[in-house]
């Protein structure tokens, strides 16, 4: 028998720092962070030394500074003696459109795919995957200059629409599909909680009042961006066109229909109101069919508790639609989607959604056989299966990559600038950057935008997927 | 991406402006070639011809240059800017030179940190619109849409001319001439606006120039010319003295033609001694041979035959010389004295 003694106690060596496995991680790590500590500094040196050498200044103030360009569409009140801040805001909110429209988009039209790609029937399941594979393979560029150039070159101008035998205006003449975009009713509400203009009274000379504001319509429609809140200096303007052009044969005081912030956010609050009252009727009904295994009729309440409130409210401001006119050179009133924020908004929806459907038909595959089975079994037709079995399961699993799809959409969306879409990418990381020189300051601060919404994106997202994913208790 | 890839050239844009450092003119012989940013193409400013050699108004100036400096005209390496990419390209040392139809203003040369060298082009803003629009006068364009190259004084004077008259109109942002005249061919805007000159190289392309009217409005003062660093006098002399050889070789009669027979020998005009070096020591002054000018002006000519055949009455653009004529002409070019 031997006997195992202790190996005799050594000191610490160095080499034990290359050669030890206790201490060789610690080693590589203090290396490594000393490596890119040493990287860091370097590279901000080396910037402030260029700078220098520039003769350049590291400062935020041009933000301050009047902008001196104009923006075509912004959902802000902005005119270009507003600051560089101003313009960059108006560019900001432009990329929020397009991204939350898109993410919107993008998630329907994926999951319908990515559903309809597993169907059983052979048509509707080969073109899903034609849809698929054709905007999945093809770069995202190409389908924003594609859909934009086909806007382009293939629509009628404004002008056609003049003349009887000229292209002519679809749905009841409300909606104009021009080569600049497409033109669609306004909301307008005549007793208006922003405050409603009232038409001059007695215009003695009616052409010379309708010809001035007219000035003011045309400033108002061609400038005006996409619906929303915030439309209201265009929108009375626009508006005061048709009240002018209706007024002018009218008696004087007549009120000029207009649409603030303050009524779609009354709107939008009703609206939420509403759908609460409908999900607490449907928490009540579940309650009652848990009760006593009847399920009351709710679905005609749970529609009016949304409804009525609406029309009621609806009433009460007085609205009415404001139909896109020809004007002089365009077409005056409504709201202009520009041909910009179409091809941009179809583009991401359709490229990121054929991904959305790649991750919804993965997550539903991941689902075992066994569970439709089950659920046929119980007599839940397949409809219901999906509904209540498949899909509720299958989000956790599609969640966590639908996060990164809607964040790829929201970066993507700089790429407008190749349809001249004023986001924060061409106001803020273009033009003010080149009217003012400050490219590292314009840079940073995009970057920080960017970096800021995405980790709000996930965050959000994140939330909602810890809402979905498996309670384990 | 975008971002990365916005922050990585930023970073390389960092470090190259490292290795610019101070000494232009050492770079460029060291190199062996000069860097000059032009337009994406512009018909008879810049653009490629049918071999893909650059070829233009712009051109010439960077190949006079590059004749100057290293004794071939030929030795150019050109970078298309566009109006957005210009003035990062130039800062971070990218091209040695920017001759990209530049409008010479009071915050570009001050405050982004350039040197202008001189005007070769005096310009202003102006309209093109279709006869059919029926459009005579620029103040009749309330609420037209309007096309317009991003990220360029026109963007501004666009605004502020707008503005004045009180009227409206709609901008659609555009990064080239290619695309401005793809869109306002389509109808997608029914005015382009940009420096006057532009709008006569754009409409020397359409198939049917007739249709199209430039409307008579000049809304800005637009003096266009060739651009360098802050901080590289030495550089930025060449570059001025550059320009005003070819100026002033118009002035004084010397041709491509007659260039080699006025250089041989000593002329009775000292003037044109000492600038084609035949008299004094011009060249050394400036860091260069005694033949500098001469080889510039031998690489495409003097001022008036650049003008003339690229964008002249002769060529299709077909611009007249107007303000671009010898103050001996009624003209704006005026270069100061060599001597």
């Known amino acids: 028998m031997a006997t195992i003694s202790d190996p005799p106690e050594r000191g610490f060596r160095l080499s034990q720092l290359i050669f030890d496995t206790r201490y060789r991680s610690m080693t590589i790590q203090v290396v490594a962070m000393i490596l890119i500590g040493l990287l860091l500094s370097w590279l901000i040196s080396n910037t402030i030394h260029n700078l220098e050498a520039l003769g350049k200044d590291f400062d935020f103030g041009f933000l301050s500074q009047p902008a001196g360009y104009d923006i075509n569409q912004q959902l802000i009140d902005y005119n270009n003696q507003m600051t560089h801040g101003r313009a960059a805001l108006v560019g900001i909110l432009n990329t929020l459109l397009v991204a939350v429209l898109g993410c919107a988009l993008a998630t329907v039209l994926g999951v319908v795919a990515g559903v309809l790609r597993l169907s059983n029937n052979w048509i509707v399941s080969r073109l899903t995957a034609v849809y698929v594979e054709g905007f999945r393979n093809v770069p995202l560029l190409l389908w924003i200059v594609l859909i934009f150039a086909l806007m382009t070159e293939s629509m009628p101008t404004p002008r056609d629409f003049r003349g009887e035998d000229g292209s002519s205006m679809i749905l009841g003449e409300s909606v104009a599909i021009t080569n600049r975009g497409v033109y669609i009713p306004n909301v307008v509400f005549s007793r208006s909680l922003g405050g409603n203009e009232v038409a001059a009274p007695e215009p003695e000379a009616p052409a010379a009042a309708a010809a001035t504001t007219n000035m003011a319509g045309t400033y108002g429609a061609s400038r005006i961006a996409t619906g929303g809140a915030g439309v209201q200096t265009g929108q009375t303007d626009s508006a005061a066109t048709t009240g002018a052009a209706e007024g002018s044969g009218a008696e004087g005081g007549e009120v000029i229909p207009t649409s603030s912030g303050w009524d779609w956010l009354l709107i939008l609050a009703v609206l939420i109101a509403g759908s609460i009252g409908a999900k607490v009727l449907g928490k009540r009904a579940t309650r009652i069919q848990e009760a006593t295994g009847k399920r009351p009729t709710t679905l005609p309440l749970q529609i009016a508790s949304v409804l009525v409130p609406l029309i009621v409210v609806l009433v009460l401001l007085g609205a009415s639609l404001d139909k896109p006119e020809l004007g002089g050179f365009n077409f005056d009133g409504g709201v202009h989607l520009r041909n910009s924020l179409i091809a941009l908004w179809l583009a991401l929806s359709l490229y990121t959604g054929a991904f959305i459907a790649e991750i919804v038909r993965g997550g539903i595959l991941a689902i075992s056989k066994g569970q439709t089975e089950a659920a046929y079994a119980l007599g839940l037709r397949p409809g219901t299966t999906m509904n209540l079995v498949i899909l509720p399961q299958a989000l956790r699993v599609i969640i966590p990559p639908l996060i990164s799809q809607f964040l790829n959409l929201t970066k993507n969306s700089s790429l407008a600038i190749a349809v001249g879409y004023m986001d924060v990418r061409s106001t803020l990381g273009g033009i003010t950057i080149n009217q003012t020189g400050r490219e590292l300051e314009g840079m940073l601060l995009l970057g920080l935008f960017y970096l800021v919404l995405s980790l709000l994106i996930s965050g959000v997202m994140n939330v909602y997927n810890s809402s979905v994913k498996l309670k384990e208790r | ?339």
């Open chain 2, 1 to 339: 991406m975008k971002k990365t890839v916005t922050l990585g050239a930023l970073t390389v844009a960092a470090l190259a402006a490292g290795a610019a450092g101070a000494a232009t003119l050492d770079d460029v012989k060291a190199r062996g070639e000069l860097k000059c940013g032009v337009s994406t193409g512009l018909a008879g400013f810049s653009a490629p011809d049918a071999n893909n050699v650059w070829q233009g108004f712009d051109v010439a100036y960077c190949r006079a240059l590059a004749a100057a400096v290293l004794g071939d005209p030929m030795k150019v390496a050109f970078t298309q800017t566009t109006g957005q990419t210009r003035f990062t390209a130039l800062a971070s040392g990218e091209i040695d030179v920017l001759a990209r139809n530049t409008t010479w203003t009071f915050s570009r040369d001050v405050d982004l940190k350039f040197e202008f060298v001189g005007v070769n082009y005096y310009d202003g803003q102006g309209f093109i619109a279709p006869k059919s629009l029926g459009v005579a006068s620029a103040k009749e364009l309330d609420g037209a849409t309007v096309c317009i190259q991003t990220g360029t004084t026109t963007e501004l004077n666009l605004a502020d001319f707008f503005r004045a008259n009180n009227i409206s109109y709609e901008p659609v942002p555009i990064e080239t001439n290619a695309e401005a005249q793809q869109q306002y061919l389509a109808g997608a805007c029914d005015v382009y606006t940009t420096d006057a000159s532009g709008l006569a190289a754009t409409r020397a392309t359409f198939e049917t120039p007739a249709d199209h009217v430039i409307l008579p409005e000049i809304i800005s003062k637009e003096p266009l010319g060739p651009l360098v660093r802050h901080g590289d006098n030495e550089w930025g002399d060449i570059a001025r003295w550059t320009l005003n050889a070819l100026i002033a070789a118009e002035e004084y009669g010397v041709t491509s033609a007659n260039i080699a027979e006025l250089s041989s020998a000593p002329t009775n005009n000292p003037e044109i001694n000492r600038l084609l070096g035949t008299e004094g020591e011009l060249g050394a002054m400036l860091g260069l041979d005694a033949e500098w000018a001469k080889r510039a002006i031998m690489a495409g000519g003097n001022y008036g035959e650049i003008f003339e055949k690229n964008i002249g009455e002769a060529t299709p653009i077909g611009l007249s010389r107007g303000l671009n004529a010898q103050w001996t002409e009624g003209g704006l070019l005026y270069s100061p004295p060599f001597r």
